[in-house]
């Protein structure tokens, strides 16, 4: 991925300027665990924001490590990052999910990223493998970055992860629309505007928790995302 767009060398970011979001629904079995790493990684310096829709403890156990917790009516899994994503004021931006999936020890790698002057760096699940992800999941992720790379006309190699570290003033820039597919779209926009996109490999690790996405319903509305994104973008 190219870097198109130019600018004045960016501040040097550290973890004081770090906020890391997700959107939580019913994880009580992991949300302990990635708070934990998370304050023990940035030594307890970033932002953590939680948009929650649980009927479990998991509000309780986030609000016990210290997060942010803003409760919404369960609306879908866009509904919420989008909120996590707009709402601290950090300059940079971090988003996870709340299933233990995501190598919390890669942040410092992340924030170098941004601090070189990546204005969205993105963790690329696929890279060595993602043995732990379901092979009907992997082979759908596969496709997506297939379709989602023909049809921008650049190379992204894994369109849905949830790890992402973006720039707070890009995030804000533009309108994002939609719900399930939003992953897909925080990539996309980004890259066809011609920002700054890295992607990284990292390591995936087997989901503490049940699944709440169907993977028909919620391939096929993933797959509408990355067509109608693309349509938009390239009619901009």
Known sequence: MSQQ??????????????AVVMGTYNEADAIGTVLSD?????????????????SDRTPEIARDHGATVI????????????????????PVVVTTDCDDTYPMERLPEFLDEINDGADVVSGDRLYHGAEEMPAMNRLGNELFALA??????????DMTTGMRAYRREIVQKIRWTENTGLSAELLMRPLMRGYDVREIPIEYDERKGETKLDPFSGGAEIAGSIVRVAVEERLR
């Open 148 to 157: 989602g790379s023909v049809l921008m006309g650049k190379r992204a190699h």
């Open 71 to 90: 409760e919404q009516e369960p609306q879908g899994y866009g509904v919420a990052v989008r909120e996590a994503v707009l709402t601290p004021d950090r």
């Open 38 to 54: 998370i304050e023990s990684v940035t030594d307890g310096k970033a932002d953590v924001v939680c948009v929650d829709g649980s």
């Open 5 to 18: 767009r130019h600018r004045t060398a960016p501040a040097e970011y550290t973890f004081d300027d770090l």
